[in-house]
């Protein structure tokens, strides 16, 4: 399912099967999860440099001649010269090169990919349920190591990576307070039943002052609201690649050594250290499948908020 130019619906194209070239390993892809960074890709709201291109970069699936599982994420290659590589900085190489964006992704039957970026998955975790563990839970991993040891977190948007987050902040014994769109109650459900204290939407204060406070809805207006409910001293990070504008900050929602700061894309040491931890951890993806042809359609229920959870698309 590719693209063909900014603003173009996905749509269904034959190819010949990928060739791998040196260091790349040719997948049999299982299962490619769905991400709100895929609608910012179609919309054109983060630019594609080359067209046609193959979207998706939370990708399970097993390597043709040895049937290894695999996992690929977003970064799928970086120059390791920069100043940013040198220093264990990767995520900001600025020659980096990404799943589904630089490089055709997920939503296909095969892909390829550089072995140095690609992860053993977890063992035992069916293909659907890992896939969002490479993009939603990587991310959302590195948001929280952010937010330090924060007690009471608050989570803005609570979809496929706030969903995994939620689970990982509850067995490191923290408080989590889930804020939903207005009338999503399905999300709200799911966060109580993954373990949230609280769960209601932006135009309400979560009970008590938040330590930090996690955004992933792309909504610059959440800023001032996460703000407002985070006490002096904590944290607000912005866990998305793309953001509506945010509106004029009053110094007074800053001050008090409030910090305001951006995640952006992950390491492999993310990698590493997030897929060792979600076994331990017990995580568990709410999952809703769609088949590879209605690519297109599981984007749009994203972006309506049809689900709950995370999405997959499976060959």
Not at 120 to 130: F, T
Not at 284 to 305: F, I, K
């Amino acid at each position: 399912m590719a693209v063909d130019h900014r603003g173009a619906p996905l749509r269904r194209v034959e190819r010949p099967a990928p060739v791998a070239g040196p260091g790349e390993l040719l997948v049999r892809v299982e299962a490619c999860g769905i991400c709100r960074t895929d609608l910012h890709l179609l919309d054109g709201e983060v630019a594609i440099d080359r067209y046609p291109r193959v979207l998706g970069h939370q990708v399970v699936g097993l390597v043709e001649g040895d049937g290894r599982r695999v996992g690929i994420p977003w970064l799928g290659w970086t120059c390791g010269a920069c100043e940013h590589c040198r220093a264990g900085r990767e995520n900001l190489c600025p020659r980096a090169r990404f799943t589904g964006r630089d490089i055709d992704g997920g939503f296909a039957e095969m892909t390829v990919a550089d072995e140095r970026f690609c992860f053993d998955v977890p063992a035992g975790l069916p293909a659907e349920q890992a896939a969002p563990l490479l993009c939603a839970g990587l991310i959302g991993h590195r948001c929280l190591r952010f937010c330090g040891d924060a007690q009471r977190l608050g989570l803005y948007g609570f979809g496929a990576a706030a969903h995994l987050v939620c689970q990982v902040a509850v067995w490191e014994g923290r408080s989590v307070a889930a804020v939903t769109r207005a009338g999503d109650t399905a999300a709200q459900d799911l966060a109580g039943t993954l373990g949230a204290a609280w769960a209601g939407t932006a135009d309400e204060v979560p009970p008590g002052s938040l330590d930090a406070a996690i955004i992933f809805a792309p909504v610059g207006e959440l800023v001032p609201a996460a703000l407002r409910a985070v006490a002096p001293g904590g944290v607000v990070v912005l866990g998305g690649i793309h953001m509506s504008e945010i509106p004029p900050l009053p110094y007074e929602l800053l001050w008090g050594e409030r910090t305001l700061r951006s995640v952006a894309n992950l390491t492999r040491q993310d990698a590493r250290e997030f897929l060792a931890l979600a076994p331990r951890a017990g995580i568990r993806t709410h999952v809703t499948t769609y088949p590879l042809e209605l690519a297109a359609v599981a984007l749009e229920d994203l972006r309506a908020g049809r689900f709950a959870g995370a999405a997959v698309v499976v060959p």
